[in-house]
Each structure stands twice: as structure tokens, then as C-alpha cells.
């Protein structure tokens, strides 16, 4: 099934927004048209299967694009805004890319050797195509590729994730199953939709005829609380970063008052617990879905349900619908409740393997199982509890650390906003724990006292050699930590 058509199947003519935002909107009826006719132009300009870049911040002519390029049976590349023209080079030569759809806010800057379509080329094309506005597009088998979603690139060369039509109709409807979003649900998206947790939220609403509100400017934490309010936001999701800040430095935020907010998300790494905690008792009313995910999942692999965050808080929950998950050991079996093994998934959503490249899709898929490379444990429940990514895995002295386990000690301690425990290079350990913690500017406290609260709760070996303090942590694109950059 074509996965546009799908998803505008109950939602096309609808005269309601489905973009809103400080400078533009779009009703469902306006995208759909637009989508088809635009569409037809590059069905007819590129052959089916050709892969396409596009490069633009949220906004109409990103949503536009991307779901004319799907429908269209050609193969989407949504990109970083703000990418580095050597890793543009890197993947429009990965790719084999020859055009891309570029806004022009980011014309300005980049300057690539392709060819290029902008906001004045896509907008004549509707007079050209009007005749040929056709409503259904190409049937596609569901193993069709429809986007191509590189990673960070924050540890290693960036691999192109490649997720087809039947993985993101199987996706959303998982979703679906557990959040039961509404016509009447309006969300506000601060997260990227170059990004798999930003596009799941494109994908959920468009489906049900939902209303996204677009802000891309979330540190500016006043406009975000404006347009939770104005807009009478029903949903907010986010990645750790964005709760720790609203929680532990906006007191308009914490003082706040909601009322129209029905539920939060969040995923994109593991939230301390302190801090979900703290949201809850904040907003007892407003349920926060914990959940967990992977770009070679096409967005999600599980969730925790919010009446199960007392006695279950910490657990990123059980796999989402007709999604299984397991934790093993190394000899694929199953580990017994509080061992740690890897997490590996399997489902219609697993991705379709990593683009041109074999050798690490033979290593993340085996026997239609994804290895995530996380490391968890599970409960009598089967619960699953996140431990760490294999490659965050720090040897101190041959022993075996989880940078988590210390982070979550450190931001309980009264005053501090966030911090990350890294491995440092050390001439007799092999690796030292070094905590970088950002706290508040009222709060009077040591490398001394970080160490003295560690040393309360935690084996000798887990407490940080060396404590720094930053005034910021420094943020991806995406909105998560990036470690290893004093």
C-alpha cells in the first residue's frame, strides 16, 4: 500500500489545519492537493525508485515535499537544516543523489553541486499539473523504499536507515494502538522532522487528522509555553533535554497552568527518573508516556503506560503492538529477571537494512531480529529497564560501568540541572569516570559533594575521579546530549 494514501485515507478533505505556526498554516485539503499535484509532476520527472535530498526546517514546504516524494514512489532523504556541506558531499555521493528540494533559507548558506528545486520551482508546479491531480497514488508493494533516514554520525561514519512503505503504515498504527490520538488533538512539535520521533508525530496526525503546531525555536522557552497555551495543545513530546529544561529552568513552566494538555512522550534516550517523578507531580493530570525507540525501527519499539510509572518507574515498558521484544544474552537466550543482556525487536517496522551497506545490516539483523545495541534487564513482570548502548559502556580498571546508573544519582542531588558521566583515558585504569553536571547558579556545590553523594549510594569503582562543571550541556540537533566535547 502507498503509505500517503494511507495515511490521508479518513483525513484529505478535511477543511480543519494540519500545519499551524507563528508564520504559515495549511488545512488537510490544501496539503492533500498540493501533495497530489506535486506529486504528479515527479512521478513524471523521476523515474520510480530515485532517491531525492530534502533540506528545510519544519515547516509547509518540508511536509509537502517529503509526502509528494513518497507518493510518487520515489525514495525521500530528509536532512539536518543545519548539515555540514562535507556531509552533504558525503551522502549526496552515498546516495548517488543527483536533485534536491531546498528551502531557501538554507540556500543561503550551502551552496551544493546539484541540482536544485526551492519554494518558487515547487510552487509553479501546481499550474502546470492541475489537469493531471490525481488522488491515488502509485501501488506500491509494502517492501517499496520510501525514505532514507541517516543517524547522527555522533560515534561513527553516518548510516542511511532505510525504512519503507509497509514499515511506516505498521509504525503508525502501532502508535495508534496505545496513544489513541483524535481529530481534536493538536500537538506541539519542537522536534526536528528530519528525525524519526519528529516524523512519527507527522505521521500519527496526519492519520487521524490531528493538528501539528511548529515551533523551531524551543530555547526560547516563552514562545513554547505561549503556543502550549494559545494553541490549546492537547500533546507535547519530546527528548530528555527538553523535560530537563522545562523542568529544572523554567518556572514559568513548573508554575504553569495547562489545562487543555492531555498527555506528554517522551523517547530519544532514557529521562532520569527523578525528573519524570517530578513532571508527575507537577502535572498529576497530564499522562507522560515513557517510550523507547530506533531509526531502525522507523521510530518506536515500546512504551511504559502512565498508570503503570509508580510502581514500574525506570522501565521503558513492553513492546508496542505487534512489535515483540526480547533481552539475551550472548547466546541469543533469554536472560533471567535482573540480568543484563542485549534488546533485540521484531516487527513490520524493523527497517529494510542500512543503504548499501551489507556488512552492518548482517550485524544489526539476524533471523528478522534487530539488535539494537542496547543493554537491559528485565523483571518478573517482563518489564524491560534500559541499562546502556553497548558502546557507552565504560571498563574501569576491567570492570564494566554503565554511565547511567551514576547519572541517575547525580541529578538528585538538590541543585542539579543535568549531567553526563563519560570514559577519560587513564594511564593504570584504562578508563576513569569523569561527570560533567550543569546546576543551578543558586546552589553552592563541589566536585567534593557530587563525589560524597556518589560514594553514599554507589560501589567505590562507580564514583567519578573527576567531576567538571558546565554552564550548559551541549545539544544535537535532535535534541540529545552530546558527550566528549570539554
Given at each position: ?15 480543519k489545519?494540519?500545519i ?20 504528479s ?53 552515498k ?15 550551502l ?18 499539473y ?54 481534536n ?28 503546531v ?19 495543545c ?29 498527555y ?17 507531580e ?23 503506560p ?20 526480547k ?8 536472560v ?22 551489507p556488512?552492518s545490516?548482517?550485524?544489526a539483523i ?22 546502556a ?9 576491567g ?12 541529578v ?35 566536585s ?6 556518589c ?32
Open positions: 500500500m502507498n503509505a500517503i494514501d494511507y495515511f490521508f485515507q479518513d483525513t484529505a478533505g478535511l477543511e489545519d494540519l499551524v505556526s507563528a508564520k504559515e498554516r495549511c488545512s488537510y485539503k490544501e496539503m492533500a492537493t498540493e501533495v497530489n499535484k506535486l506529486a509532476w515527479i512521478r513524471e520527472t523521476f523515474p520510480q525508485g530515485t532517491v531525492l535530498l530534502l533540506i528545510s526546517p519544519n515547516n509547509n514546504f518540508f511536509v509537502k515535499i517529503y509526502l509528494s516524494i513518497i507518493k510518487a514512489g520515489c525514495v525521500v532523504v530528509p536532512l539536518n537544516s543545519a548539515i555540514e556541506p562535507s556531509n552533504l558531499d558525503f551522502i549526496k555521493e546516495t548517488s543523489a543527483s536533485h534536491a528540494f531546498i528551502h531557501s533559507s538554507v540556500l543561503r548558506r551552496n551544493p553541486e546539484i541540482e536544485i528545486s526551492d519554494e518558487i520551482k515547487v510552487d509553479s508546479v501546481p499550474e502546470l492541475d489537469e493531471k491531480n490525481y488522488e491515488k497514488g502509485p501501488d506500491l508493494e509494502d517492501d517499496h523504499l520510501a525514505e532514507i533516514i541517516f543517524t547522527s554520525g555522533s560515534t561513527a561514519v553516518p548510516k542511511g536507515v532505510m525504512i519503507t512503505h509497509g514499515n511506516l503504515v505498521a509504525n503508525t498504527n502501532s502508535i495508534l494502538g496505545y496513544l489513541h490520538l483524535k481529530q488533538d493538536t500537538m506541539l512539535v519542537v522536534l526536528p522532522f528530519f528525525y524519526c520521533y519528529g516524523l512519527s508525530l507527522l505521521h500519527t496526525h496526519l492519520r487521524v487528522g490531528g493538528t501539528l511548529l515551533n523551531n525555536s524551543f530555547m526560547f522557552l516563552g514562545s513554547v509555553l505561549r503556543d502550549l497555551k494559545n494553541y490549546r492537547t500533546g507535547f513530546a519530546g527528548v530528555p533535554s527538553h523535560f530537563q529544561i522545562l523542568l529544572r529552568k523554567s518556572d514559568s513552566f513548573r508554575n504553569g497552568h495547562f489545562p487543555d494538555l492531555r506528554v512522550t517522551q523517547a530519544g534516550g532514557k529521562l532520569h527518573k527523578a525528573f519524570i517523578a517530578e513532571f508527575i507537577l502535572f498529576p493530570e497530564v499522562k507522560f508516556f515513557v517510550m523507547y525507540g530506533q531509526t531502525e525501527a522507523t521510530a518506536r519499539l515500546s512504551y511504559l502512565p498508570e503503570r510509572l509508580t510502581d514500574k518507574l525506570g522501565s521503558i515498558g513492553k513492546g508496542i503492538p505487534d512489535v515483540e521484544l533481552v539475551v544474552d550472548e547466546n541469543e537466550h533469554l533471567k529477571p535482573g540480568q543484563v543482556g542485549e534488546i533485540i525487536a521484531k516487527g513490520k517496522n524493523i527497517m529494510k537494512g542500512y543503504f548499501r551497506d556488512e545490516t548482517n550485524n539476524k533471523d528478522e531480529w534487530l539488535h539494537t545495541g542496547d543493554l537491559g534487564t528485565v523483571d518478573e513482570d517482563g518489564f524491560i529497564f534500559l541499562s548502548r553497548k558502546k557507552e559502556m565504560i571498563k574501569v580498571g570492570k564494566r560501568v554503565g554511565p547511567k546508573e551514576i547519572e541517575e544519582v547525580i538528585g542531588i538538590h541543585g542539579v540541572i543535568d549531567c553526563t558521566v563519560e570514559g577519560v583515558p587513564h594511564a593504570v585504569l584504562g578508563e576513569a569516570l569523569r561527570a560533567v553536571v550543569v546546576k543551578t547558579p543558586q546552589v553552592d556545590l563541589s567534593e559533594d557530587v563525589r560524597a553523594a560514594a553514599e549510594k554507589l560501589a567505590s569503582y562507580k564514583v567519578p575521579g573527576e567531576v567538571v562543571f558546565k554552564d550548559n550541556m551541549d545539544i544535537s540537533s535532535t535534541g540529545k546530549k552530546v558527550k566528549g566535547t570539554l
